[in-house]
């Protein structure tokens, strides 16, 4: 039997990784409507992509900031396991997603293939991180 500081780690990562799927099928969801959505699905991939690694994080035990910068999860990712962060060092293209593109005027508007890619960045770190996981 799990000791109850554990459970409540494993049922927080279990939140983060729902919350994160919940974005990524989001972004997945603005892509595919007519037209797609490519600003909000750029964010949305971002932001699961940040989530899955909060997630993972919280399973490891690795206290992490209050940050939307992808590269200082990946630092702290590289702590536990080096390696998968540096297969995970691509989705660091998604930072302007995060805060950037939320204000009009910071970024041009994201090509249709920019949006694809940013989902895919996304997806990627999802499923690394889940083969990963001792949840797997």
């Known amino acids: 039997m799990?000791?109850?500081e554990d459970k409540v780690r494993w049922k927080l990562a279990g939140q983060w990784?729902?919350?994160a799927e919940t974005d990524l099928q989001a972004a997945e969801?603005?892509?595919s409507r007519e037209p797609p959505l490519l600003y909000p699905s750029c964010f949305f991939s971002q932001?699961?992509?940040e989530k899955y690694l909060k997630g993972f994080l919280t399973l490891r035990q690795?206290?992490?900031p209050k940050t939307h910068?992808?590269?200082e999860l990946l630092d702290l990712l590289a702590g536990v396991d080096a390696p998968l962060a540096k297969s995970l060092a691509g989705a660091t293209a998604l930072n302007p997603y995060g805060v950037e593109a939320r204000y009009p005027g910071d970024m041009p508007e994201p090509e249709l293939s920019e949006a694809k890619m940013a989902f895919t960045l996304a997806t990627k770190v999802?499923?690394?991180l889940l083969r990963a996981s001792p949840l797997a």
């Open 62 to 64: 690795v206290e992490f």
């Open 17 to 19: 990784f729902h919350k």
């Open 2 to 4: 799990k000791p109850p």
């Open 69 to 71: 910068v992808i590269g």
């Open 29 to 31: 969801a603005l892509l």
């Open 126 to 128: 999802r499923d690394a």
């Open 47 to 49: 932001q699961a992509a």
